[in-house]
């Protein structure tokens, strides 16, 4: 059974950090590249970074020099490293897991950790 459990969500003050993690099973996520999306109140989810299965990285303008994403493929988890942290950055925070395959396209979700920033 495919699984991405999120997990290090929680309530933290602006300038704090929290680090997220992701543990994955069924699935063997050195094929995968893995990101982390994010879903505010009333917003469309949006991706914040993506780490290829080459290492390659890739994050949205307004979290780049505060979130770092990274991967341990042996331990099957993804981290979110956020710094700097701002109440704009209030959100669920989802694992996703995308590859293709023989052709087949192949999407695994999390079902989301809450990050609340606020003093």
């Known amino acids: 059974q495919v699984r991405l459990v999120e997990s290090g969500g929680g309530l933290v003050q602006p300038g704090g950090s929290l680090r997220l993690s992701c543990a994955a099973s069924g699935f063997t996520i050195s094929n995968y590249a893995m990101s982390w999306y994010r879903q505010a109140p009333g917003k469309e989810r949006e991706l914040v970074a993506t780490?290829?299965?080459?290492?390659?990285?890739n994050s949205r303008d307004s979290v780049k020099g505060r979130f770092t994403i990274s991967r341990d493929d042996a331990k099957a988890t993804v981290y979110l490293q956020m710094n700097s942290l701002k109440p704009e950055d209030t959100a669920v925070y989802y694992c996703n897991a995308e590859t293709i395959r023989g052709g087949r396209y192949l999407e695994f979700w999390g079902q989301g950790t809450l990050v609340t920033v606020s003093s």
């Open positions: 780490i290829t299965s080459l290492g390659s990285i």
